[in-house]
């Protein structure tokens, strides 16, 4: 069995920062990409960035200078560092990994966390 737990979020007024973690635990093998997504009111979920098992970051565009994802393959855990928050930026955030375990390889998210960019 293999768990994604999410830390961190709140609220926060514009241009602020926040980090989110997520760790995984469980009998993993190994954890390849690890993303977060969001999900803002009315709207789809969003890929936000992406890191893969090299520390490689990807951003898909909106929020690219402004988040910054890492990761600790030692403790199996993703951080998205976010900078010069904006109102848009107001979503519920989610990581996902893709993990392999005694059971097989297969994706896995976590719980979400609200973040809420606001004066």
């Known amino acids: 069995q293999v768990q994604l737990v999410q830390s961190g979020g709140g609220l926060v007024q514009p241009g602020g920062s926040l980090r989110l973690s997520c760790a995984a635990s469980g009998t993993i093998k190994n954890i390849y990409d690890m993303r977060w997504f969001r999900q803002g009111p009315g709207n789809q979920r969003e890929l936000v960035a992406t890191?893969?098992?090299?520390?490689?970051?990807m951003y898909p565009g909106s929020v690219k200078g402004r988040f910054t994802i890492s990761r600790d393959n030692a403790q199996n855990t993703v951080y998205l560092q976010m900078s010069s928050l904006k109102p848009e930026d107001t979503a519920v955030y989610l990581c996902?990994?893709?993990?392999?375990?005694?059971?097989?390889?297969?994706?896995?998210w976590g719980q979400g966390t609200q973040v809420t960019v606001s004066s």
């Open positions: 996902n990994a893709d993990v392999s375990s005694v059971m097989g390889r297969s994706q896995y």
């Open positions: 890191i893969t098992r090299f520390n490689m970051p």
